[in-house]
Nanobody, 121 residues
């Protein structure tokens, strides 16, 4: 099993920046594709970004060019820097792990963190 704990959320004004972290523990972190999802109030959870085990990221087009994700396997850490934040980026941000590939479908993820709140207003 992999345990995931997010941190770094908070409240910022539009145009501001935040950096989220996801600390992994338990099973070896390396083989997993690591993901960020988010859930806005009253909305379904949606995929934001993933980072493959070779540290190759991908982004939803709503955040591409503003968010940067990477992993540090030596520290079992995933992070995501969010720049030029917009009110529509508000939500709970979740870290999630999937063995054997990456996905945008939340039902296919193996492990989830508890989430961290991001508020842009």
């Amino acid at each position: 099993h992999v345990q995931l704990v997010e941190s770094g959320g908070g409240s910022v004004q539009p145009g501001g920046s935040l950096k989220l972290f996801c600390a992994a523990s338990g099973e070896n972190f390396k083989p997993y594709c690591m993901h960020w999802f988010r859930q806005a109030p009253g909305m379904e959870r949606e995929w934001v970004s993933w980072v493959t085990f070779t540290n190759s990221p991908a982004y939803d087009r709503s955040v591409r060019g503003r968010f940067t994700s990477a992993r540090e396997d030596a520290n079992d850490t995933l992070w995501m820097r969010m720049d030029n934040l917009k009110p529509e980026d508000t939500g709970i941000y979740y870290c999630a792990a999937k063995r054997r590939g990456c996905t945008t479908q939340e039902s296919l993820l193996d492990y989830w963190g508890q989430g961290t709140q991001v508020t842009v207003s």
